[in-house]
C-alpha cells in the first residue's frame, strides 16, 4: 500500500497529498473529504500521536486506503 500525507482543516475536513513535499511547498491538496462521515478514513488506524496530530492541524502519513488509486 502506498503512502499519504493527511492534514485536517479547522472544520475538520482531511485534506491529502501523495508527497509531503507537496504540501510543503503549498500545493493544493489532491484530494479532500470530511474526516467524520467517510467511511475509508473511519478504516485507517491512527494511533493517539497521529489522532494528536491531527487535531492540531499537523501534516501525518498514513496508508492510502485507496483514495489516490
Do not use: C
Not at 19 to 26: C, I, K, Q, S
Not at 46 to 65: F, H, T
Request: avoid cysteine; aromatic fraction near 12%.
Amino acid at each position: 500500500m502506498a503512502k499519504i500525507y493527511a492534514r485536517s482543516n479547522h472544520i475538520g475536513w482531511i485534506h491529502i497529498w501523495s508527497r509531503a513535499e507537496a504540501y510543503e511547498l503549498g500545493e493544493p491538496s489532491e484530494h479532500f473529504f470530511n474526516g467524520r462521515t467517510d467511511p475509508r478514513w473511519a478504516g485507517v488506524p491512527l494511533d493517539e500521536g497521529q489522532k494528536a496530530a491531527l487535531a492540531k492541524g499537523e501534516l501525518i502519513e498514513v496508508e492510502d486506503p485507496g483514495y489516490l488509486d
